[in-house]
């Protein structure tokens, strides 16, 4: 890579030359715009600085003529002059990635310790590499008092920072600042979620008294139990209170009795606030109302909290009267919300068959189209209510559309596969569109084939009622094939594909799962083992024939090893098996839907109730309706 000045100068006498020898008629078409593109992408990216430049002068005037300028500029932003950099943000105020420019040209100037540049041109800023390297620039700039001031609430938090904040934590630590009150803070956030390495960590900035009760309050949340020897904590002082308090709620939630026990002990000889009186007594009551005992009345201070978690304890041990008690002192607005309403009819039903109460909850909920609408439908036998609406446009809105210059760029982008910064484009201009142009956007997006951004826009702009858009039958003809040699049904494998990928054949997830159903590579290759079919790469599980014929194999097999109960295949599907038949281990005859209203993790709690919902509405746009939950679905084996 030349330097800057020479690369600056090759690039001018270039396209002079380039202009100069260059006839109007020379200008490429579309199609050989976006490859000429390409190209050039590529040569800037093997250093082919005359290729690139020649491509700069041919492509004049395309659409995307600034992201060469971006990439240009990206590929030397470290030897980039201040004018430079802020010419490009001047002339390109519009272009989602100025911010990025900005952002990591600050950075370069933060690692390069730049410090009177980096404070002339940083803005507020909630990133914390950021905020450290303005703290340090302060530091750095003699504003010393002025940049300790502001480091501990970036150092006190439940969570690692990055390393550019490490020399000013360093610098503030060495000078006396960090005082032991604060670390304990920062511990127990850490705790708090779960931060047990960090928390770890955190045991060297604590001595004497400190030292051991910190220890102590990471052993007792990594060991509940210990708390229960109460000889190891008879010392009363508010760092021993705090200990004690952490590890018998934490106690609770595994073995309540012991957890009580240990508390009837302690409140004679321990001096707890009311905070923490309340919440241990609470993290016992919610502990023995999931084993079906309920207090005879409801205590005095119950918070929004505690409410909810007994309602939710009361479905756990199946105690309907509780439920319908509990339900009742929800929060108005919880109680409008659908979940509760139906679980407020099912248990009264649960009581009374024949509830008249219920039935009326349950005939206003069938009109929603929701997972809890469509369970709402199958109680009382009646069908579920799809609620459809095509929202129309005409070519000559679209035509209009395309002019705005954010959508111009933005379908570029997607054309040349640079969909990060297509994102970004749409990402931008969504929220300044009016409804009639949101629709416009939408409808464009899925007439280019980008199946996955038209669902995202759809859901973001409030066009919910659009089910053309929010649930496409991308891949029907694989989806078909796939679904006849498996048995899968097809309405299935679309919900699921939905919930996955949302139809983008190119997604990955942050655990390495890819494509339309994505599929972790091992897993796809023990299904393909399986099934006697091609060993699959890593980049064969993009291909949407690939990745739809392992994923309906896949559900195939966990059909038959769940004797085809479509909610335990989902749940398997998303968290694996062993998770499930721990999960089913000793609920044996629960029924299905309480069951899934109690998996033990939200993120697949949420997914079960979307595939099954999802598959209720495919099932209906397809002319083939199935059972929210078919009779051998009705409750767990």
Known sequence: MPNLTGFRVLLKALVFVFLANSPSWAQPGLYEQRALYRRALDDLTAGRSRSFAKAVVQLEGYVLHPYLEFHALQSRLFIASEQEVLTFLERHQS???????????????????????????????????????????????????????????????????????????DVWISAGNLEEHVAWERLQLALVSNQRVLARYLQRYFSGAYKAWAQSLYN?????????????????????????????????????????????????????????????????????????????????????????????????SQSWPQAIFWIEQLSDEELRSNRWNYWQARALTAIHPDSSAATVKFRALSEKRDYYGFL?????????????????????????????????????????????????EWNQLIPRLN???????????????????????????????????????????????????????QSFLFAVIRQ???????????????????L???????????????????????????????????????????????????????????????????????PMDLWIETIPLRETRNYVKNVLAFTQVYGRLMGNPVPMLQAHEASLP
């Not at 446009?393 to 054309?415: D, G, M, W």
């Not at 409804?435 to 066009?463: C, E, F, H, K, M």
């Not at 079919?533 to 014929?549: A, K, Q």
């Not at 194999?553 to 499930?580: D, I, K, T």
């Open 376 to 424: 709402a439908a199958e109680h009382i036998g009646s069908e579920a209510k799809l609620n459809a609406m095509v929202l129309r446009t005409h070519p000559a809105q679209i035509a209009q559309l395309k002019k705005i210059p954010e959508v111009a760029r933005s379908t570029e982008l997607f054309a040349v596969g640079d969909l990060i910064n297509a994102r970004r």
């Open 95 to 169: 272009l989602p990635v100025s911010n990025i420019v900005h952002r990591r040209w600050l950075k370069m100037l933060g690692r390069k310790r730049q410090w009177r540049k980096f404070l002339n041109n940083y803005e507020p800023s909630t990133d914390a590499e950021l905020r450290c390297y303005r703290l340090r620039a302060l530091y750095g700039t003699a504003e010393r008092k002025a940049a300790f001031a502001e480091v501990e609430a970036l150092w006190k938090v439940a969570h690692s920072q990055p390393k550019a904040c490490d020399p000013l934590f």
């Open 500 to 518: 996955e990928s949302a139809f983008d054949p190119r997604a990955r997830s942050v655990a390495n799962a890819r494509g339309l159903m994505q």
């Open 520 to 590: 972790l590579p091992a897993t796809a290759k023990e299904v393909a083992r399986r099934a006697r079919l091609d060993r699959p790469s890593e980049i064969d599980l993009y291909f949407p024939e690939i990745n739809i014929e392992l994923g309906g194999h896949h559900l195939a097999e966990l059909l038959s090893r769940y004797e085809g109960q479509r909610p335990l295949v989902a749940a398997a599907y998303n968290a694996g098996r062993h998770r499930v038949d721990r999960w089913i281990k000793r609920q044996s005859g629960m």
């Open 220 to 316: 007792v949340h990594v060991r509940p139990s210990r708390i229960t020897r109460v000889e190891r904590y008879r010392t009363d002082s508010e760092l021993s209170r705090m200990v004690i308090s952490h590890g018998l709620i934490r106690l609770a939630a595994q073995d309540v009795e012991d957890a009580a026990t240990a508390w009837a002990k302690y409140v004679t000889t321990h001096s707890f606030n009311d905070t923490q009186s309340r919440a241990v007594a609470d993290a016992i009551l919610i502990g023995r109302a999931k084993d079906g005992q309920f207090p005879t009345e409801q205590p005095r201070h119950s918070s929004a909290e505690l409410i909810r978690q007994m309602a939710e304890a009361a479905l756990v």
């Open 435 to 489: 409804p009639t142009q949101q629709v416009q956007v939408a409808r464009l997006v899925q007439q280019i084939g980008w199946i996955s951004q038209s669902i995202a826009i759809a859901n973001d702009a409030n066009l919910r009622d659009d089910l053309t858009l929010r649930f496409p039958l991308a891949y029907r003809n694989v989806v078909e094939r796939v679904s006849h040699a498996t048995t899968v049904p």
